[in-house]
């Protein structure tokens, strides 16, 4: 493992590449044979949200550097009109296996399994009677997984991220937090509790199993301060802590990702969060809760999440959603949406960033 920063940048989606509009929600994971997986919805029509789309991914033998030409992860006219979203990795290293689970049309949820770093997957199994469990407490009109990524416990417990929302229409709010989980490593999920609702309009949320085996929850915010919201759980995902702010951490109202770098035993805890770290301007294509996606940053923290000392800038153009992770020579990954220059626009090319903690940890100036 090199000691000498290194820092790389390239674009492997490009907005109208084979006829989609854009590429956007990013994906990324290194399997258990050392293969680097990026995934992501290939829009149709305007690139919204609710348009037709697809799941692509790409394949890197060689921790990132070069890569495979792209691939149809799930085809979305498969499953009616609308889009296929939301797209998750969840790595098993212990069994082998990664595990992807995805989306329809808000309204649907799947799992998939590939036993081969990739190069294949599973039938998609249908899991929505998981999210039915939720309805009872929270009559929703609205699902989701994550993003980006699941996380296998200690316990060997397989962890999903997901938010819901009562909305019967096209909107995502309001909306909650809470986690599905799989004690037999993916046959059968169940349903964890929802996270607290003391902060209003919680979503795209990622998780973390903390140091003494607790799970960290951090949720997007789309209302009041603009910081990102925290709850822990004591119980592998069951029931959630009342969530607070993490004054450190700026929320233009965006996704963000967690990553587990290293643990204690391994000499050092170490934990990833990436985001657009900006609090200032209004994007001009959204409604007024949105402020400017731009500024993406990779900070670190060296006490589960406590503080955040390291903050390196990687993007500091318009850049959006994002996802980490490590390559085999202990290089971190970081999938991003980006922008060209003007304008608001963070979806002209889905980036991949390659770099080392001596880069992270040497300065705060853009990459």
Not at 86 to 94: G, I, S
């Amino acid at each position: 493992m090199t000691r000498e920063p290194h820092f790389s940048v390239q674009n492997l989606f490009t907005a109208g590449d084979d006829g989609y509009a854009n590429f956007r929600i990013p994906g990324v994971c290194v399997t258990p044979g050392g293969v680097t997986l990026v995934h992501t919805e290939a829009r149709r029509g305007r690139g919204g949200d609710w348009d037709d789309s697809d799941l692509l991914m790409r394949r890197s033998l060689d921790g990132g550097h070069s890569w495979e030409t792209p691939s149809l992860l799930v085809r979305g006219a498969d499953y009616g009109s609308g889009p296929v979203h939301n797209c998750n990795t969840l790595v098993d290293r212990e069994n082998g296996r990664v595990h992807v689970s995805f989306c329809s049309g808000y309204a649907r949820a799947f799992t998939m399994v590939s036993s081969d770093d990739g190069v294949s997957f599973s039938e998609p199994v249908e899991i929505t009677s998981t999210f039915e469990q939720f309805r009872p407490e929270y009559d929703w009109g609205v699902l989701a997984i994550g993003l980006p990524n699941g996380i296998r416990l200690r316990s060997g417990r397989l962890l999903f991220p997901v938010w819901l929302s009562i909305s019967k229409t096209k909107a995502h709010r309001p909306n909650r937090c809470g986690t599905i989980f799989s004690d037999d490593e993916g046959r059968t999920w169940r349903r964890g509790q929802l996270v607290p609702d003391v902060v209003p309009s919680l979503n795209e949320c990622c998780a973390i199993e903390l140091e003494d085996g607790r799970v960290l929850l951090n949720m997007r915010n789309g209302a009041g301060v603009r910081r990102r919201v925290i709850s822990v759980s004591a119980d592998g995902g069951g029931e959630w802590a009342t969530p607070w702010l993490d004054p450190a951490l700026l929320e233009p109202t965006c996704q963000g990702t967690l990553f587990r770098y290293s643990v204690a035993a391994q000499g050092r805890s170490r934990v990833l969060f990436s985001n657009p770290h900006n609090v200032e301007g209004i994007d001009s294509k959204g409604s007024g809760n949105l402020l400017r996606r731009r500024n993406l940053s990779v900070k670190l923290s060296y006490d589960d999440c406590r503080t955040w000392p390291v903050d390196r800038v990687v993007e500091c153009g318009n850049s959006g959603y994002s996802a980490l992770a490590v390559a085999p020579d202990g290089s971190i990954l970081c999938a991003f949406e980006r922008g060209s220059s003007g304008g608001d626009s963070t979806d002209d090319f889905l980036a991949l960033a390659r770099f080392n903690l001596a880069w992270l940890t040497d300065g705060r100036d853009c990459g």
